[in-house]
């Protein structure tokens, strides 16, 4: 249930902050850039529909379930409310005919109407164990677990895993007051032809026989073995906690990064046609802003062009961003893997939305004068691991 909330667990990436901007902004800017390209069309994807077809499913099948949970609460309550009832040995026993066999459906114990003269003390210490130990709890969160995620089979295979473990335990409670093993044995035996009213939300006694007189049968672990099992558990959260130590995982990050950058998909050509640059007008690193006339730090280039000049992703990648603000106009990002990015800005406008994915040669907008800009030109970022580098270093 917790796994789906731990977002991108181990994988976060410091990244260059962007300007921030409102819902209301995107959805102009975005409307603005579609309304200026006639010929884009955005289409749904078609895994859109069959994402709400599965949802639907499912939804459907988790309402069925919770349908025939509740339904066995009605069964169980009505069973109580026909029952006779009598006190036995302290406890409080219901009989009735369609019970079969001895069973615990919550805290109730249940028994076959024609055992209401003579219902043995073994099988009364069976019931009881149940119902002290609060099996119903567990039996219920097994049922809520197999009605969310009924589509994993697992589910079945712990449900089935957990009832057989509850009458392990309630086996257990019988032998440590009886202590005749065989006698027991053979009452489980006597009563294996009987076949409970229903599985759903009940703990019948024989159910089930085989798995439980064999573990009856089994050698108890010694306390040297047990002592051991739990010195192992310390031993483990040590050893754990040694490898998260940055000394440790350190190296290892170091030995698996190069084999990790060699296959991502890395930013290896121009933004715009060779032929279509006009100059580069200001390079990567410390360069003297245009407008403010100090010298700051050039996280990209600026390519100068005429306005309308296609740009093209330098590789295939995603549409992160696809927005407008004051200070780089109009502007797109792109995440082409875990370690590159990339950034362009001044546009006049663009063609592509967030969540796209794209291919490297796609035009994703047109080279422009937006945002603080002193002339038509397109400023491009690649940014490595979150960090801003020179793309002329890049291949590009």
Known sequence: MLLPLMDNLGSHQIV????????????????????????????????????????????????????????????????????????????????????????????????????????????????????????????????????????????????????????????????????????????????????????????????????RIEMMNKRKSSKWLKALLFGCVPIALLLLAMTNRTEATKPITASVQPFIEKFAEKPSAMPLNESDIIKISSGFGNQMHPTLKVKKFHTGIDLVAKPGTPIFATADGEVVIATSDEDRGNYVQLKHSEIYQTQYAHMSRFVVVAGESIKKGQIIGYVGNSGKSTGPHLHYEIHKNGIAINPSLEGC
């Not at 994402?51 to 339904?71: D, E, H, P």
């Open 16 to 211: 260059e902050s962007l300007p921030s901007f409102t819902l209301a902004e995107a959805v102009q800017n975005t409307e603005l850039s579609l309304a200026s390209d006639k010929s884009f069309n955005v289409k749904n994807p078609a895994t859109t529909t069959w994402v709400n077809i599965a949802f639907i499913i499912y939804l459907s099948v988790t309402g069925t379930l919770l349908l025939r949970l509740l339904i066995g609460f009605i069964k169980a309550l009505r069973i109580k409310k026909q029952s006779f009832t009598k006190r036995i040995d302290n406890t409080v026993v219901h009989f009735h005919q369609r019970v079969h066999e001895p069973m615990t459906i919550f805290n109730n114990i249940y028994m076959p109407l024609d055992w209401h003269t003579n219902v043995p003390k073994y099988v009364i210490n069976h019931e009881k164990a149940h119902v002290q130990q609060l099996h119903a709890f567990d039996l219920l969160l097994g049922e809520i677990a197999s009605v969310i995620f009924w589509f994993n089979p697992i589910v079945y295979f712990i449900k089935n895993a957990q009832r057989l473990n509850l009458e392990y335990l309630a086996d257990q409670a019988v032998l440590e007051q009886s202590r005749d093993k065989l006698k027991y044995q053979s009452a489980l035996l006597s009563h294996v032809i009987g076949k409970g009213d229903s599985k759903l939300l009940s703990l019948n006694f024989s159910d089930p026989l085989k798995n």
